[in-house]
């Protein structure tokens, strides 16, 4: 764990308002000015990961020491080619060797991961609109998180 890291999670679909971005804004600059966070860990497959990864890429400019890393919940083995497509728009990726076989938990045990290798959470779950037919992934990794005492920051 490196208490430098920071992870994201969220829904897939957000409401994505100025005021949302300007609070994302704000709290990861305070993390990287008061508590030294110097690396930022994305998965995939959410609007609100997306939004993160846009927001520090922006923040990167002011800060250029950060770095951002893309953890894969696919694709273990990746081409050259996908390697530096990625490497437009993150420092580092990789494909945590743990999750090789959990199949359709791959994303769980790839948040677990993220989760696991940082100190501080930010998080977007909104209760009412969580899915209802299905366990929330976010919900899932949010109860992970607790359970490991990580320093949580709601965006909600």
């Given amino acids: 764990m490196n208490k430098h890291t920071c992870c994201f999670f969220g829904?897939?679909?957000?409401?994505?308002?100025?005021?949302?971005?300007?609070?994302?804004?704000?709290?990861?600059?305070k993390l990287i000015v008061e508590k030294q966070v110097n690396t930022f860990l994305f998965g995939s497959k959410s609007r609100f990961n997306s939004l993160c990864q846009e927001?520090?890429?922006?923040?990167?400019?002011?800060?250029?020491?950060?770095?951002?890393?893309?953890?894969?919940?696919?694709?273990?083995?990746?081409?050259?080619?996908?390697?530096?497509?990625?490497?437009?728009s993150y420092e580092d990726t990789y494909y945590p060797e743990k999750i090789l076989n959990s199949g359709r938990a791959s994303y769980v045990e790839r948040n677990y991961e993220m989760i696991d290798n940082s100190n501080y959470c930010i998080v977007y779950y909104d209760e009412q609109n969580a899915p209802t037919t299905r366990r929330s992934g976010?919900?899932?990794?949010?109860?992970?998180?607790?359970?490991?005492c990580k320093n949580i920051i709601s965006v909600l």
């Fill in 11 to 29: 829904h897939r679909k957000i409401n994505e308002t100025e005021e949302l971005k300007a609070k994302l804004t704000k709290i990861i600059e």
């Fill in 55 to 88: 927001t520090v890429t922006q923040i990167k400019e002011k800060y250029p020491h950060i770095k951002r890393v893309y953890v894969r919940g696919e694709y273990p083995y990746i081409s050259e080619s996908y390697k530096s497509y990625l490497l437009e």
């Fill in 138 to 148: 976010t919900k899932i990794a949010l109860d992970y998180a607790i359970k490991k």
